[in-house]
């Protein structure tokens, strides 16, 4: 009865969230004059209302789900990877690169490029574990700053070196995947590709890995008391090291399948506009950094992205309406930990 | 009547930590409240604090009926605690710590000058010796705690809650805090002492409430009672003395030669030219008081913090600065002084506390993939016999009473059944039923042939149990005595720099 209990209060504080951001939005809905139901009605529509518009939610969640498992791992660990962005990106480009550079066909092309678009993602965020652990830098600070380094060299690798010439001015972007490897699409007609076979079976791997191996157990106990796992002989560095390394390879994998799923090449802005590792970000700290509850609570995030672009064709409420919505959800998540700081200092009487 | 609890119930779900309970405090008095783990001393004194609610039941201060939803309406009724871990914020001064939430101020401004002024008044008052402006995390754990008390003076209490205070002290500290208490009691003060120790009760109480299973099975008044019937109440049963009986000692398992360590902050020596061996069969106890080198030795034995010089040598093989794995497979297992900070994940269930040492036994895991059945058998069996109070294998460890999740790693490393067991403050907080109990497991453990180094401020268990006492100070060994010459007064000389010529 007891587990019962502590898993329902998994779920309940981000369902509360979600309620209490529906109702702000809702506030927000009638000062722009609109009916209340109908907008929620177009927003759950635009989300999931059909056939395509369902696809297209899950395609959407595909990259968050990803870039959120790959933040939940890092944090379960004790470790504060806010780099999903650069890592993302880092491993788009290398994928976008290698898979139309080097001289692989098929699928075994696109294996090869999925695996070094990763590990370069992967190593992209050992390397802020490398310099926590050599210079005493701060992760925190170190895996956002590398963000921006990524971002922009990505920009530049595409502007200059790997550039499609072929159409004239435009976006810089890379050149096309070729058929033969791409990510086949789940349904013709629609765009959700392989890529959400591959994040779900990966939500529950990671859960298992977590839950019922010692390496999950070492994670855990890294993450929650340092010199206990230290007392009991857990190696500090190897468990950061593996936990960033693929950390930064989910983000990195979440990149990949998106050049190989959708944009079929690498598109300056395209991946870091949309915003998709914050989301993963504010999805695995809604969640907990449970592994299921991210992959929950990424498909409602980008039901939310989806909903609202349905709200913005059929009313005349802006689609922004999302944004006040996640807003009020990332309050909630600020909320969170200050009210477990709070609670942690009215315990101690001050 | 100074303060009244009447009937007072607390529930944890279906569980009752307090059942109608009632208390009362007279002016100027000294009541101790004792009983076993878990019995619900603190909880009872946490809903006086206001950092708990009654589930039902009144609490009366002065005869008016209040509401204390949190501490600060405590503090304004004039009621102070000093919590069973200490709360201080370790790399401010003494003076920061006393006043603060309650800072003096110079126009807007913290007045530091003004502050230490205060204290050292404060102090002075109550005969209290301390320095206003030393750093508290650099001061004894005896004079932290006075630091505690004082903080709790200047907010200004007339009622002051004591949660187990001696738990962590010195024999010499804890003489010194008898002291201090009659001292306030004097100056109008009125005390709640939480305890474990009976001849504290004796000494100094005026009045002492027995809790068992979250009830009263008694308030007796001091000068009518004893110790036996004391704890009749609390554990329902007599106590027995468990004998060290003579064995065959065996091979040395633990051997130190000549280490040193030295503090890489300020160059310090910590450790000087230590050297001491432990054999099959043998209980080998380190006295002195705390601060004097003992968590050094710890850390040099366990691996976690290296020596400059000498050699750590554990069943056969040379464990010198080696890491915490290799020496734990070289058969060591470790009761740390510190259970929360070393012993255990406060949030992780018991599940998750009880595994750390054995998580990657082939027992309990195939490939790295953990057998969660066998493992839940082995928890659930291990709290059983351990007497672990709680109500699930489930509940994280934050929820356990202190003595209970000592109770929790001792299981854990006793039954791990090494060569060797390095038994820090293995008793630290538990109830008296519960010390007997890891008592006999240690002698139990020694019996089977293993060797055990004990480390512990508390002179009459290293007296009990050791075959060898080894007595440090400042960083060396400056005495050694078999079972039979050790004795209390001898130690302490040692212990307190003297010598015995
Ligand atoms: N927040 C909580 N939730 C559930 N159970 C709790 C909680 N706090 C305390 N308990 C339970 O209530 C009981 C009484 O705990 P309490 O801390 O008052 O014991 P205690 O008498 O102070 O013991 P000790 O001597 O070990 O400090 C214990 O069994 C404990 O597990
Ligand atoms: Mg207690």
Redesign the pocket.
Known sequence: MNKLKTNATVFIQPLLAVIVGLLVGTIAIMLSGESVIVTYQEMWDGAFGNLYFLTNTLERAIPIILAGLGVAFAFRAGFFNLGAEGQLVMGAVTTAIVTVYLPFQGLLNMVISIIAGMLIAGLYSFLAGWMEQRFQINLLISTLLLNYIAVLFAGYLVSEPFRDTSSAGGVPQTVMVDEASRLPKLLTGMNLHYGFVIAIILAIVIAFIMKRTTFGYEVRMLGQNVFFAQYGGINRKKIMFTSLLISGMLAGLAGSVEVLGIHYRFIEGALSNPQFAWTGLMAALLANSNPIGTTVVAIFLAALDTGSLGVERNTDVPNSISGIIQAVLILFISAKFTMNFLNQRKKEGK | MLLELKDITKK??D?K?NDQVSFSLNKQEIHAIV??????????MRMLYGMEKPTSGDIFINGKKQNIDNPNIAIELGIGMVH?HFMLFPPFTIAENVVFHHEPKKGWRYDRKKAADEVAQLAEKFGMKINPLDIAGDAPVGIQQRVEILKVLYQGADVIILD?PTAVLTPLEVKELLVSLRELVKMGKSIIL?T?KLNEVMEIADRVTV?RD?KVTGTLTTKDTNPEELSRLMVGRELKNNPLPSIEKGNEILSIKNIEMTSKKSGKTLLDDVTLQVRQGEIVGIAGVSGNGQSELIQAITGLAPVNKGSVTLNGADMTNRSVKQIRDQGLSHIPEDRYLWGAAKEANLVDNMMMTDYAKPAFQKAGVLKLKEIRRYVAESVKKFNV???SID?SAQ??????LQKLIAAREIQKNTPFLLAAEPTR???IGAMEFIHEQLIEKRNNGDAVLLISSELSEILALSDRVFVMYEGKIVGEFDHQNASEEKLSILMAGGNNE
């Open positions: 944890y779900g569980f930590a009983g076993e783990n878990g019995a619900g001393k603190t909880t009872l069973q187990e939480i474990h809790l979250g109070k709680t109500t509940t929820f356990l009473s202190g003595g209970n907080g538990v109830d």
